[in-house]
């Protein structure tokens, strides 16, 4: 079996110019057999776009601390960290 088979990995992308890396790491993560959830400081943004990483995860990306929904509902970070088997900071 895999070790990364069925792993629910929490992909944090920082801004740095190596981020447009991430859309690989994303894609060789979920074809691996992971799940993968993103989120995306501010200045990530200029280097990858949340879309991409959504396309390639298959799962909405996390880019504020409030849900954009106009519900004024914040993200809840403690739900994604049980949910994570491991955190990754890239790059």
């Known amino acids: 079996m895999e070790p990364i ?3 629910r990995v929490l992909l944090g992308v920082t801004g740095s110019i190596a981020a447009y890396k991430t859309a690989w790491l994303v894609r060789d993560l ?3 057999g ?3 959830q993103v989120v995306m400081t501010p200045a990530a943004h200029d280097f990858v776009t949340p ?3 959504a396309t390639l995860s298959n799962r ?8 954009r929904d106009g ?10 960290g ?3 088997d491991v955190l990754v900071v890239a790059p």
Not at 60 to 67: G, M
Not at 71 to 80: A, K, Q, R, T
Request: hydrophobic letters at 50%.
């Open 5 to 7: 088979l069925h792993r």
């Open 30 to 32: 979920v074809k691996a």
């Open 34 to 36: 992971a799940e993968v």
């Open 51 to 53: 879309l991409t990483l």
């Open 60 to 67: 909405p990306v996390l880019t504020d601390l409030f849900l």
């Open 71 to 80: 519900s004024g509902s914040w993200n809840d970070h403690v739900s994604l």
């Open 82 to 84: 049980r949910w994570a």
